[in-house]
């Protein structure tokens, strides 16, 4: 549990720092795609006549093992990060060394320009605590995004299906419902692919407002479909299909996006900060879902995912206002976009309150 609480948010922070700017949200997607690809695998060795059953779980249980093994003989092979030693230990030159490691021989110059302006920056920031981020008006905008964009993740009910997906597909009439939960993963896995290509090209905003409605619009039709099954019984395919594209939809934005888009609305000096919060809300969120589903299920019945259609609906409205576009930009730029986003507030604020002084000298 140590090793994924600090992989979930060391990964995609790592990921975010040594990928260039025009692949970063591809490459960030890359960290989802190992998560669904892990879940896949797991629910295929888990079947009963593989290793899912009494006499060979314990060997199922070592694998975890021997896949952790894996990664520490693989992390000796990973850089540093140009950006922490340039940044935060000022190590110009094996900055310079681990970044041609990692581009080759081509012009750095741009990038070591823009880290150079990162570390102006920090050096007058410093090192950001968990509690500054919450008390300073300068990181709020940027924190509630951070936040809100991991609360949707999880509140979406993506995680309802994962969890009880099995007793769902029972609920539906499949008859093999464990296959069809590995179909799901096939899906996921799939998508997630596909999402790789797609972040580049659509932009992280806009594909998490299409996943989000997407989601919403799957919930509504799978909610649908279970309240209807009892009257008709093709209505089960109804919502087997709102389960796969519910799926599908949160592959699209709603499941990488969040994962690597804190690293990218934060600076070198909040980041770390920052993203411990976000993981930290993450798996709050994960943990209460998989607590409170089962007996909000079998309180809400047929409608639970109403509720999720309603947060759903929700969490658009707040993207579409509040979430940026970052495809393409530095950090620095979209540090500028909440330092603009600020100052039009307090400009706003402040006309506010004169227009009201104004008036209250005119009723005097």
């Known amino acids: 549990m140590l090793c994924a609480g600090l992989s979930s948010g060391l990964v995609p922070m790592y990921v975010s720092e040594v990928s260039p700017t025009a692949l970063r949200g591809a490459l960030g997607t890359l960290h989802q795609l190992a998560i669904v690809t892990g879940i896949l695998i797991s629910q295929v060795l888990g079947l009963d006549f593989l290793l899912g059953n009494d006499e060979m779980w314990p060997l199922l249980l070592a694998l975890s093992g021997a896949a952790a093994l894996l990664q520490f003989f693989l992390l000796l092979l990973c850089p540093e990060s140009p950006r922490y030693l340039y940044i935060k230990l000022g190590k110009v030159e094996e900055a310079k060394k681990s970044l041609k490691r990692l581009r080759g021989n081509c012009d750095l110059m741009k990038e070591i320009a823009e880290m150079e302006k990162e570390k102006q920056e920090a050096a007058s920031e410093k090192k950001v605590s968990i509690r500054q981020l919450f008390t300073s008006s300068k990181y709020r905008q940027a924190v509630i995004v951070a936040l809100m964009v991991q609360i949707s993740q999880q509140f979406s009910g993506i995680n309802a299906i994962f969890y009880y997906s099995t007793n769902i597909f029972e609920r539906a009439g499949v008859d093999q419902p464990v296959y069809a939960t590995i179909g799901v993963g096939v ?13 580049e090209k659509a932009g992280r905003r806009s594909l998490f407002l299409s996943g989000l409605m997407g989601m919403l619009a799957s919930a509504a039709a799978m909610t649908v479909g279970l309240v209807l099954l009892s009257q008709f019984a093709w209505m089960s395919y109804v919502s087997m299909v709102a ?81 940026p576009e970052t495809k393409g930009k530095s950090f620095e730029e979209i540090s500028a976009v909440f330092r603009r986003k600020k100052r039009s507030a307090t400009k706003g604020a402040k006309a506010m309150t004169e227009l009201e002084d104004l008036r209250g000298s005119e009723e005097a």
Request: charged content about 5%; hydrophobic content about 65%.
């Open 187 to 199: 899906v996921n896995t799939v998508f997630t692919v596909i999402s790789v290509f797609l972040v």
């Open 243 to 323: 389960i796969f594209l519910f799926v599908i939809f949160f592959e699209v934005g709603p499941g990488p996006i969040p994962w690597f888009i804190v690293a990218e609305l934060f600076s070198q000096g909040p980041r770390p900060a920052a993203i411990a919060i976000a993981g930290f809300c993450n798996w709050t969120c994960n943990f209460i879902v998989g607590m409170c589903f089962q007996y909000i299920a079998d309180l809400c019945g047929p409608y639970v995912f109403a509720i999720f259609a309603a947060l759903l609906l929700a969490f658009f409205l707040f993207a579409y206002f509040k979430v």
